[in-house]
């Protein structure tokens, strides 16, 4: 094959991918108004978050903890809540269409199941997570104002919330993978959420934890999902950051292969059963 027909070839592969992404993305916006009614959630979290973190700081009599005064905190929290909650719940999906032998069905498409899956994870995620941005961000500024930031810090994180959504993505995909083998995912994915949750810094910022915890949990993925965006934007440390996002696209390219693997193996395995 010459260059230029690889070229093409290459290009009419992503085309079709970038094709899924925009069909999610319209469609999600389509009923924004019902993801907006879903998000009042978000507010009653963020509110309630803001009055905790208030007392919290008002108790201690301290301004700063860890590097975050009260302000840096809520925003925090309005991002790892705006991802997390944005993000759609692909193991439930993904369970039926194995456990049915719908995914035999899909396997006769000219896509790649996962990145089928990818783009249109990636078009969901998208808008959901930019409202629930608007949202969360709309809480801290009432209570707070704005943050400080800088163009960079804002650049770098909107590519932190892109390797976010992906690697939450790799998370789902290998669970829901998984179920070529097992009978149920839902207990896996439980786990991953939980982790993602505490050990990922959703909740409360890696740095409040103990010292000897917080190392511990800079240096696993779940980090990637919560604590990575959230610090980009509130707590920007260029000295820091380029190590942070290298080891978050390894952690990324590391599941994305991981997902790859079991993908042919499972596929491999559904075509020797007959599936």
């Known amino acids: 094959m010459g260059d230029g027909k690889r070229g093409s070839f290459v290009a009419t592969t992503w085309a079709k991918y970038f094709a899924v992404f925009r069909i999610a993305l319209k469609n999600q916006w389509a009923y924004i108004g019902e993801a907006a ?3 009042i959630f978000l507010v009653i979290i963020m509110y309630v978050f803001a009055q905790l973190w208030s007392t919290t700081y008002a108790s201690t009599g301290h301004l700063m903890l860890a590097g975050y005064d009260v302000r840096s905190v809520v925003w925090y929290l309005a991002v790892t809540e705006a991802i997390v909650m944005g993000t759609p719940r692909l193991v439930s999906t993904l369970s039926e269409e194995i456990k049915e032998g719908d995914i035999a069905y899909r396997l006769t498409k000219p896509v790649n199941y996962v990145l089928y899956n990818y783009a249109q994870f990636l078009g ?3 808008v959901r997570v930019l409202l629930n941005l608007v949202i969360g961000a ?4 009432v209570f707070f104002g704005f943050p400080s930031l800088s163009w960079v810090a804002v650049g770098t994180f909107v590519l932190a919330v892109l390797l976010a959504i992906t690697m939450q993505f790799t998370l789902n995909m290998g669970i829901s993978l998984l179920l070529f083998w097992i009978e149920d995912g839902r207990g896996l994915d439980l786990i991953a959420s939980r982790m993602v949750m505490i050990l990922g810094g ?12 917080a190392e511990i949990c800079l240096w696993l993925p779940f980090q990637v999902v919560a ?3 959230a610090n980009t934007l509130v707590n920007f440390r260029p000295e820091q ?3 942070e996002l290298f080891r978050a696209g390894m952690w990324t390219l590391l599941f ?4 790859a693997l079991l993908y042919r193996k499972g596929v491999r395995q559904l075509h020797v059963q007959g599936g």
């Open 37 to 39: 009614v879903r998000s």
């Open 124 to 126: 969901e995620a998208t």
């Open 138 to 141: 709309s809480v801290a500024i």
């Open 202 to 213: 959703m909740m409360i910022p890696l740095p409040l934890f103990p010292k000897w915890l």
């Open 227 to 229: 604590y990575l965006p």
């Open 241 to 243: 950051i380029a190590s």
């Open 256 to 259: 994305a292969t991981a997902c």
